[in-house]
């Protein structure tokens, strides 16, 4: 018992870095390298996925709708644990929680890789998701606490980088593992990288809590009244700086309406469920959604703030956001389908699909550079929207009987999608009070998150009720319009 505790308390406790990688001068660029082995693995994870849907349906003999769960197990998870996981990281220390990410990921996907059932594989993928809330919820802060100040900027745009890199190579890496090898592959190759990540991770980053600390306080001495201007700000999250008790409340109902909701929508994509279950899902959602309106109304720490969501800009600029990741997954989603009735075999299918993420990631990290200085935000995104419009609209009218036919309007979509999301974030951003900015960053991601679950659930509804080509290009019609709404929501917002 004392040597399992003397583990423990080892194991929880932040070690330093080696003295002479520590004292080294470019030492923080070590840290920043093993914060992008987690932003590559968690973007990989995301992406690779859509290419096994149907290796696993001829696996398991489940339809779509069942398939479509090992993704959105894992989207509801991460956004269910991304908030307490940072209080969390708080107590503990943000270099322990992220390693221990990389250790459960690992063996989530090695389980996954292993499961004999699909409802198991399901649950590998959730836990696989809590492994995936470590890691995101630590990476900014992670970076912030290595990195010297002058080199935050590009730090963080490497950063994004590594993420763009993970998102471009899931396709293309899924079409050739599940064509040459086997779908497990697909979660197998996560756990080289996820040991990677704990070996650079206890000897690379910084420990960001010594052990003589002592315990966190729950809640910080309130600060001195401001003056009669900044009363509105006050207003829009009560007790931002007085350190609050977390809304588990409110979380919880989140996570309770977005599930029964989905489930709802799985059922009506063909997810064999009795009748009586689906009317109960539904209004559960309806009543865990007004349950969360009245909660975030009288919270002290709301998880989604009304009065921020309310302030001039911000509730346009999450709905883009939403639109945007919703414009990005599900073409990733709905693509393997569309190219395997062309004929289309699935490694070079996933090839084709690559076009898409790789043209996002290059036009959000040098994209602004090709467009006039001048331009500004609002202009970038009014443009990346009716780019992704026409490009989506494009792979909707073309055939996909060749790789170069539905490639060429991919790259379009993804570029477009590349100056959107970048220019729509730093508009939010802009918005919102400076401080309020960490739940409105945190409502930026939620709406990331729900717009990628969307994004996952809409085209295998489209093709159970259309079948897959008739279906899949009505899901892309929808979608152009649906650029055309982020076009239209698009528009300059005056600060206070």
């Known amino acids: 018992m004392n040597a399992a505790s003397t583990l423990t308390t ?23 390298g093993t914060v992008c082995l987690g932003a590559f693995l968690g973007q990989l ?24 769960w090992v993704a959105l197990a894992y989207l509801l998870v991460l956004v269910a644990l ?30 996954a890789g292993f499961a004999g059932g699909l409802g198991t594989l ?53 079409g050739l593992l599940v064509e040459h090898a086997s779908w497990r592959w697909v979660f197998w190759i996560n756990v080289p990288v996820a040991l990677a990540g704990i070996l650079a991770g206890w000897f690379l980053l910084p420990r960001t809590r010594r052990p003589d600390a002592g315990p966190v306080p729950r809640a910080l001495p309130r600060p001195v009244p401001r003056p009669r201007g900044a009363a509105r700000s ?12 977390f809304d588990l409340a409110g979380l919880l109902l989140l996570a309770a309406s977005t599930t029964a909701l989905l489930l709802a929508l799985s059922a009506a994509s063909g997810l064999p469920l009795p009748g009586w279950a689906v009317a109960a899902l539904v209004l559960a959602a309806v009543l865990c959604g007004l349950g969360l309106v009245r909660q975030e109304r009288r919270a002290a720490r709301p998880v989604l703030a009304p009065g921020l969501v309310n302030t001039p800009g911000v509730r346009p600029g999450l709905a883009v956001s939403l639109i ?5 997954f599900c073409p990733l989603v709905l693509g393997p389908v569309l190219l395997a009735e062309a004929g289309l ?7 084709v699909i690559t076009v898409l993420p790789a043209a996002f990631a290059v ?37 996909a009987a060749g790789a170069a036919a539905p490639a060429l309007p991919l790259l379009v979509a993804g570029g477009g999608l590349g100056l959107l999301l970048p220019a729509n974030n730093a508009l939010v951003m802009r918005a919102i009070p400076a401080e309020c900015s960490a739940v409105g960053g945190g409502m930026v991601n939620m709406a990331r998150s729900l717009g990628t679950a969307l994004g996952t659930a809409l085209p295998v509804l489209g093709v159970h009720l259309a079948g897959p080509v008739p279906g899949g290009r009505a899901v892309l019609l929808v979608l152009a319009a649906v650029a055309a709404l982020a076009v239209a929501l698009s528009r300059p917002v005056r600060r206070r």
Request: with cysteine.
């Open 10 to 32: 080892r194991l929880l406790t932040e070690q330093p870095r080696p003295r002479g990688i520590a004292d080294w001068r470019y030492a923080h660029w070590l840290a920043v």
């Open 45 to 68: 994870t995301a992406s690779v996925t859509a290419l096994v849907y149907p290796a696993l349906q001829r696996h398991f003999g489940a339809g779509f709708a069942a398939v479509e």
């Open 82 to 111: 991304l908030a307490p996981v940072g209080r969390l990281s708080d107590l503990v220390g943000r270099k322990t929680v992220y390693i221990g990410g990389f250790a459960v990921f690992g063996l989530a996907s090695l389980g």
């Open 122 to 174: 399901v649950a590998c993928r959730a836990v696989q998701a809590v492994g995936g809330a470590m890691m995101q919820a630590n990476s900014v802060a992670l970076v912030a606490r290595g990195v010297p100040e002058r080199a935050m900027c590009r730090a963080l745009g490497i950063q994004a980088a590594a993420q763009g890199l993970g998102l471009a190579l899931g396709p293309s890496l899924g």
């Open 234 to 245: 006050r207003r829009l999250v009560r007790s931002d700086p007085d350190g609050g008790r």
């Open 324 to 328: 945007g990741y919703l414009l990005l």
């Open 345 to 351: 075999p699935t490694g070079r299918a996933g090839l």
């Open 363 to 399: 036009a959000a990290t040098a994209g602004g550079a090709l467009l006039p200085r001048g331009w500004s935000d609002v202009a970038r995104c009014r443009l990346g929207a009716a780019l992704a419009g026409a490009g989506l609209l494009g792979c909707a009218l073309l055939p």
